[in-house]
């Protein structure tokens, strides 16, 4: 994959814990000279995510939003795609099945 694509993988819980962590690292990826047109937020590795995760996510779409730039997600498991489900998020963000199918749009 090109420059114009940063993949983070976060692991484990994104709550209320975590959450600010995780805005911390989409600001900084957000804030460099030339940042990438794409953050591909892979959360294969996540097991559980509560509404402040939910947050998290919503507030790294904005970020990237306002630099022009766009956030999808990929690899959600049962638990996080049901809850992206009843928040109505599907409208919202961009989310691939696997990483593979995300790549597949950029060629």
């Given at each position: ?5 940063k993949?983070i ?7 209320v814990?975590?959450?600010a962590?995780?805005r911390r690292q989409?600001?900084?990826i ?7 047109k ?9 097991t559980f ?5 939910l ?7 904005k ?5 022009g ?14 809850l ?11 989310i691939y099945?696997?990483?593979d199918?995300f790549?597949?749009?950029l060629?």
């Open positions: 994959m090109s420059e114009q694509v993949i993988r976060p692991a484990g819980r994104l709550d814990t975590t959450a962590e995780f989409v600001s900084d957000a804030s460099v000279a030339n940042p990438p794409y953050l591909l937020v892979d959360l294969q590795g996540i995510m509560d509404s402040s995760g947050g998290a996510l919503v507030s790294a779409l970020s990237f939003r306002n630099i730039g766009e956030m999808v997600i990929s690899s959600a498991n049962d638990q996080v795609q049901m992206f489900e009843l928040t109505s998020m599907t409208k919202i963000f961009k099945i696997t990483v199918e790549k597949a749009t060629s």
